[in-house]
């Protein structure tokens, strides 16, 4: 997360460059850099700042679509009931037995989709992800995978930044990023050849920031979501990393952000015993703030987030060391080749 020094001092530079009285090249630091772009660029193209009504519709919009209503294991359980209690010969009984029972294993796949940590079909969710990676042979097949889960991690962080569990939503974007890193590194033996995939690849990996970036904003718009929001903010912040392929900058980029991600976790688990120490707020706003972000205030959750977090942004790291290795590896190659002839 980001600390009150860091923000006060972001503050205090976006002031600045807006008053003229510092340009952004003056600012050493690429990451307050970019956020003082990133600030000023959005204060530019906002006409005006929205109203209080405006926000409440925005912010209903969002929540509407972050929580789609689908059918429950209780709905699909009552039909199987009602379907096998009809008057039927035992063969027509075994056969929609049948049916169901694929129809609900099919269903709980399909509904697992919807599902967060901590909710009953979530372990359904990872395993049906797990079985198509393993099923994946080709490394675009693989890389065509990893990109979904990493999209599936996206989507999750998204929600439970909104709905205030910003702990839980550090290790989904940790684990984003991990993906990303693993799919630059399966599209590695084509980095030199396959231009259009790999541009494709740069431009959903910065849409997907963009997607992140702006639903932080409204977020911050919520003290109860403000915390989830500055996640969501963190997966956006640093800059393109630079490299010869498009593959190599976004590995890059995703290792940095995922160990950014890892510091916040960190910094959160450190002061997770004083915050549990402070004295209880009485006011409601804070009672809703508190309820809210109840799942992080204890230490031993801070911990496990800190570890899920770390753990991701090493695999991320790891990843994006072994794509330098693969594309050096195979530009000696393409060089003896060339020597050879």
């Given amino acids: ?41 959005m204060h530019q193209d906002a006409p005006s700042g929205p109203d209080e009504d405006t926000r409440r519709r925005i912010r209903a919009r969002v929540m509407s679509r972050l929580r789609p209503h689908r059918p429950t294991m209780r709905d699909n359980a ?26 609900t294993g099919l269903g709980a796949t399909i509904t ?18 797990s079985v198509r990676l ?51 590194l399966e599209l590695a033996p084509q980095a030199d050849q396959s231009v259009s995939v790999n541009a494709q690849f740069e ?3 910065s ?24 996640v969501l903010a ?22 940095s952000m995922a160990f950014d991600l890892a510091d916040a976790a960190d910094e959160e688990m450190a002061a997770t015993p004083a915050r549990t120490a402070a004295p209880a707020r009485t006011n409601a706003s804070a009672r809703a703030t508190s309820a809210a972000s109840s799942r992080a205030t204890t230490p031993a959750r801070a911990s496990d987030t800190a570890k899920a977090t770390r ?13 330098k290795q693969t594309l050096k590896d195979l530009r000696e190659k393409q060089s003896q080749a060339s020597d050879h002839r």
Avoid: N
């Avoid at 909104?162 to 974007?173: F, H, M, N, Q």
């Avoid at 753990?311 to 794509?323: F, N, T």
């Fill in 78 to 103: 009552w039909a199987a009931l009602w379907y096998l209690g009809r008057p039927a010969p035992y063969i027509v009984r075994s056969v929609a037995l049948a049916a169901i029972l694929v129809c």
């Fill in 134 to 184: 393993a099923l994946a042979g080709a490394p675009e097949d693989r890389a065509a995978v990893e990109l979904t889960i990493a999209e599936h991690r996206l989507v999750e962080a998204e929600k439970l930044a909104a709905s205030g569990r910003s702990s839980e939503a550090l290790v989904a974007s940790a684990i984003y990023s991990e993906h990303i890193a693993s799919a630059a």
């Fill in 311 to 323: 753990k991701a942004a090493d695999k991320a790291r790891a990843a994006a060391e072994k794509l």
């Fill in 234 to 255: 963190m997966i956006a912040s640093p800059t393109l990393a630079p490299g010869r392929t498009q593959v190599e900058r976004v590995a890059e980029t995703a290792a």
């Fill in 1 to 41: 997360m980001v600390g009150r020094s860091e923000q006060a001092k972001l503050d205090r530079l976006i002031q600045e460059v807006a008053r003229g009285e510092r340009t952004l090249q003056g600012i050493h630091d690429p990451r307050l850099r970019e956020s003082v772009r990133v600030a000023l660029r």
């Fill in 207 to 230: 849409a997907q920031r963009e997607r992140a970036q702006a639903l932080s904003t409204i977020l911050s718009l919520d003290e109860s979501s403000a915390k989830g929001a500055q």
């Fill in 203 to 205: 431009q959903s990996f």
């Fill in 112 to 129: 697992s989709a919807e599902s967060l940590p901590d909710d009953v079909l979530y372990p359904v969710k990872l395993a049906a992800e």
